[in-house]
Each structure stands twice: as C-alpha cells, then as structure tokens.
T-cell receptor, first 114, second 114 residues
Framework: QQQVKQSPQSLIVQKGGISIINCAYENTAFDYFPWYQQFPGKGPALLIAIRPDVSEKKEGRFTISFNKSAKQFSLHIMDSQPGDSATYFCAAAVASGGSYIPTFGRGTSLIVHP | DAEITQSPRHKITETGRQVTLACHQTWNHNNMFWYRQDLGHGLRLIHYSYGVQDTNKGEVSDGYSVSRSNTEDLPLTLESAASSQTSVYFC?????????????FGEGSRLTVL
C-alpha cells in the first residue's frame, strides 16, 4: 500500500512557467511533510518542509500548499528555471522513537526548457 | 565540513555473492538509514538505526542486514545478492530528536547484480 501518492511522474515546463507537483497521503498521524530535490548522480537534499498547523510555506520561488482536510499537499515552483531540472520527492513523516522517518512518494522528474 | 560518504560508488557482482556497502558519516548523528531507489518506486526504506547496537527493519528489508557498532558507520550487507537487488542505494543520517527531521544523504552506491 502506497502511503504517499505523488503526481505527475514527469513534468515538462518552459522557463518562467509554474511547476506544480501534487501529493496525497492516508495516514492522519503524519505531522511533517518535507520535499526533497535530487540532481542526477547526487543524493536527495531537503528543499522545503511544512507542518500541518500552517496551510502554506514559502521560501523564495518554492511554495508548499497544505490541505489538511483533503490530506493533500503540493509544491509550486514559480518562475521555473533550467537549474530547477531535477527529481522531486514529497514525503510524509511521523515521529518515531523521538525522530522522524519519512515515507517518500515515487518522485517527479521535472525538466525546465530554456 | 561534516559529510556522509558511501563506498563503493559503483559495484557489479554476481548472483549469490555477499556484498557489503559502506556508509560513514561525520555529522555525529545518532540516526542512520538505508534506502534503495528504483525507477517508478521512489525511495524505499531498507533498514534504520537510532544508535549504536540498535537496528530496525524498514519496508523492504528482506535479503538485507545492517549492524551498528559505532556512531559513524552503518554498513549494509546483501547476504546472497539477487538480480532484484540491482538498484541505487542511498545512506542517510539525521539528528536524534531533531525538530526538522532533515535527512542528509550520501551520493549513492549503484549496485548491479548479474
């Protein structure tokens, strides 16, 4: 059973456009929702994260929107740039043993054309 | 600078052989994780550890084992490699009880089982 569903699997956007990646979860115990960015040949790195007590978090061109009642959250990349081309993973986590262990979505491959 | 390193970065082995992938971190993090990344499946948790002498099974632990004898290292062993274990393996670490739950990933080990 896939606990975190991510869509689309791939996304192509023109430079300057908006990239939107969506995720949905089932487990209402999740209380931490990070997004990771991965460039080819590299490990994933934390991009931005949100907790369910807020509906939106913005860091530069990257915004997470969170809908607790619908159990959905999304990543918006404004003014997308070719350097944003990467694989993006959403994740959801619940504290276990005092630490968070994220469950990842299947990833979205983003290509931004110049 | 603190870092997390994996070795080897690339390995080709034969079915039935024992393989060990090394992971070493200098963050002094208590938590360490092993994930595998496969196209269409995203990142799936294999094993994790909260500290020395502690190990726990993840979502896809069959055929894998780990041991934690010190804070810095969490080697992943494939007892008898199978073709289904051809994958890219990522080690990660995080701060125990850290509020952000951020995972710091290595650059991955690509394993091919022939």
């Amino acid at each position: 059973q896939q606990q975190v569903k991510q869509s689309p699997q791939s996304l192509i956007v023109q430079k300057g456009g908006i990239s939107i990646i969506n995720c949905a979860y089932e487990n209402t115990a999740f209380d931490y929702f990070p997004w990771y960015q991965q460039f080819p040949g590299k490990g994933p790195a934390l991009l931005i994260a949100i907790r369910p007590d807020v509906s939106e978090k913005k860091e530069g061109r990257f915004t997470i929107s969170f809908n607790k009642s619908a159990k959905q959250f999304s990543l918006h990349i404004m003014d997308s740039q070719p350097g944003d081309s990467a694989t993006y993973f959403c994740a959801a986590a619940v504290a276990s043993g005092g630490s968070y262990i994220p469950t990842f979505g299947r990833g979205t491959s983003l290509i931004v054309h110049p | 600078d603190a870092e997390i390193t994996q070795s080897p970065r690339h390995k080709i082995t034969e079915t039935g052989r024992q393989v060990t992938l090394a992971c070493h971190q200098t963050w002094n993090h208590n938590n360490m994780f092993w994930y595998r990344q496969d196209l269409g499946h995203g990142l799936r948790l294999i094993h994790y550890s909260y500290g020395v002498q502690d190990t726990n099974k993840g979502e896809v632990s069959d055929g894998y084992s780990v041991s934690r004898s010190n804070t810095e290292d969490l080697p992943l062993t494939l007892e008898s490699a199978a073709s289904s274990q051809t994958s890219v393996y990522f080690c990660a670490s995080s701060e125990a009880g850290g509020r952000t739950g951020e995972l710091f990933f290595g650059e991955g080990s690509r394993l091919t089982v022939l």
